[in-house]
């Protein structure tokens, strides 16, 4: 379902802009219909009062919760169903934040990611994309949602757009809360500026290499890498916010050296934030996450060359905290488990030498 046909549906029983304002605010914000200073019958039309009771049901099927899954680290991994029998995962994030899909599967395909396995599925509508924050807000408060879960907000971009005009409308969240995560297309640094609710962004880099960045991430836009950050950094000059560049850290890589150096050339100086996020090991595919020590030693040595770097978790490692692994395990592949061709497609990624290279010891997320 689709904000608009929530709109439309309202001014079907004679809401007008303000009616229609007050219950997407309460319904973002998971407050009940009747909450609030002003009751219903003291402001709402009394057609939209009858219809209530029929839509409050259907937001409240649009997001279903399955399963919960706390991890250690404070996160809290949700299962949660669509109207259609399909589920997506949300993970709610330490200090109020909050993890959501954009699609049913992902088209992008990148190869250390269980989401991308199967290719796309569906789209998520915008009240669907809405709807896992209401239901995230039953639980705790939100003050801050990222777009970084199963699916590439540019592939959904008209959803993602209107997901995020109502929630930093109606929904009360600060625009700079909210985070648009892409692997990157042109489409993305076109319409970001254009809307009423400009998001803070972030791009998912993971080499600087295009060659290797293309083996990564198999279906993604061909843009440089170096152009991409380019297009991130004007937009984080419009904006005024940080881009946060995303890299997911994988061991004998994008570790080494080279690497290294490729961040350096393109982001030392820029409004930009590297968030290395060291590879979450996920059965059947088959990669490495590098040794904390590395890890800690690739973080340090970006930040005296000035790159502001932040070295993250990601969220629920102990929980299955790869992107789709929740989901992978309810839903198994119609393919049956994945055969491993990463090696034998790329042996060359795995000769390179260099302290991050072989010897070094490593959510396959946007
Ligand atoms: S990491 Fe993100 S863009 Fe890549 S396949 Fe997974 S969900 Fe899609």
């Known amino acids: 379902m689709r904000i608009d046909h929530i709109r439309q549906r309202l001014r079907a ?10 219950v997407l605010r309460l319904w973002s914000q998971a407050l009940a219909q009747d909450s609030g200073r002003r009751k219903p019958q003291d402001f709402l039309p009394l057609g939209v009062r009858g219809a209530l009771p029929a839509l409050e049901a259907d937001l409240h099927g649009l997001a279903r919760l399955i399963s919960d899954h706390p991890a250690e680290d404070g996160s809290v991994r949700l299962l949660v169903g669509l109207h259609d029998g399909q589920t997506v995962e949300s993970v709610l994030l330490p200090r109020d934040g909050l993890c959501v899909s954009t699609q049913v599967g992902c088209a992008v395909g990148c190869v250390f990611c269980m989401t991308g396995r199967d290719g796309l599925l569906r789209q998520l509508g915008s009240a669907e994309i809405v709807a896992q924050v209401a239901l995230s807000r039953s639980r705790r408060s939100v003050t801050k949602v990222v777009f970084m879960g199963m699916g590439e907000p540019a592939h959904n971009l008209d959803n993602v757009m209107d997901a995020i005009e109502l929630l930093g409308r109606e929904g009360g ?11 990157g297309d042109r489409r993305v640094f076109e319409r970001l500026p254009q809307g009423p609710v400009k998001p803070a962004l972030a791009l998912s880099l993971h ?8 083996r990564l991430l198999p279906r993604a836009p061909v843009i440089d890498p170096e152009e991409l950050v380019e297009l991130g950094e004007r937009y984080a000059q419009a904006t005024g916010y940080p881009v ?12 080494g050296d080279d ?4 961040i350096v050339r393109l982001l030392a100086g820029k409004r930009a934030i590297l968030n290395m996020i060291p590879y979450n090991d996920v059965d059947g595919l088959d990669f490495k996450r590098p040794s904390a020590e590395l890890a800690r030693g690739i973080a340090a040595s970006l930040h005296r060359r000035g790159v502001l770097t932040k070295l993250r978790q990601s969220a ?3 929980i299955d905290g790869g992107c789709g692994q929740l989901r992978a395990r309810q839903v198994p592949s119609p393919q049956g ?6 090696r034998t497609a790329a042996p060359a990624l795995h000769a390179r030498a260099g302290p991050g290279g072989p010897d070094a010891a490593g959510p396959g997320s946007d």
């Open 173 to 183: 969240i600060g625009h700079k809360n909210l985070v648009f995560s892409t692997v």
């Open 244 to 255: 946060q560049v995303q890299w997911t850290l994988l061991a004998g890589i994008n570790d």
């Open 316 to 318: 629920g490692q102990d």
């Open 259 to 262: 690497e290294l150096d490729g």
């Open 13 to 22: 029983h004679g809401a007008l802009p303000c009616h229609e304002h007050r």
């Open 207 to 214: 080499s600087t290499n295009a060659a290797l960045r293309a």
């Open 337 to 342: 488990p994945q055969p491993v061709v990463w």
